[in-house]
């Protein structure tokens, strides 16, 4: 064998010895899987209505405080840090996912009146339309979630403000896993949906 040969496979030795070594650190330094999560819809039994007739109530816009507008959940810590983490995720968009709860919950809480998105196909000229600003949707650092929205409810035969209120609950988490936490900010918009729902039928009924 001439020295060429033998430095050729020297050479093509130190490269199999390197693509050896390469590809179980390649394994060790790809990011785990991201775990996604949903919002849940609560569904429960409508109350009685005293209506008339039913009320078109159009939902929207929903709007996201600018740091909550991402794929990552959110939690804080003391009054000025945030954390997310790259493995845990919503699983798709939340301004979305948090209209779409808006619209469900409403559509059951205010039976019979009928519920869409805003702005709907035929925006009708008479009924209501509330908006909403979600100002925190958070986990917090003492194992509770926080939820704060402006919402203001509108008159639209006549375009006047009807009420404006910024909401604010606070709730416990049973244990520390992302999956509770996701669940506990559902429980915590059913409780907006709740008040929000409360002054569109109180007002129907004065």
């Known amino acids: 064998m001439n020295l060429f ?28 899987p991201a775990s996604q999560y949903t919002l849940t819809t609560e569904l429960p039994l409508p109350p009685p209505s005293n209506q008339d007739a039913p009320l078109t109530i159009l939902v929207g816009p929903v709007k996201l405080a600018s740091y909550l507008d991402q794929p990552r959940i959110v939690k804080r810590f003391g009054a000025n840090r945030i954390e997310t983490v790259a493995s845990r995720q919503w699983a798709g968009n939340l301004r979305e996912m948090i209209s779409n709860k808006l619209v469900a919950e409403l559509g059951t809480l205010c039976h019979p009146s009928p519920v869409f ?82 002054s569109i039928i109180q007002g129907d009924n004065k």
Request: aromatic share 6%; charged share 15%.
């Open 5 to 32: 040969s033998t430095t050729v496979s020297a050479r093509a030795l130190l490269l199999l010895l390197v693509i050896g070594l390469i590809g179980p650190l390649t394994g060790c330094f790809q990011a785990p």
């Open 117 to 198: 998105p805003f702005p709907a196909a035929t925006i009708p000229h008479q009924g209501k339309r509330v908006t909403v600003d979600i100002l925190r949707f958070e986990g917090t650092d003492d194992q509770h979630v926080a939820i704060e929205a402006r919402w203001t409810l509108l008159n639209m035969e006549n375009k006047s403000i009807l009420k404006t209120q910024v909401s604010l609950f606070q709730i416990p988490c049973a244990d520390p896993s992302y999956e509770t936490l996701a669940t506990t900010l559902s429980l915590g918009l059913t409780r907006l949906i709740q008040e929000i729902s409360q």
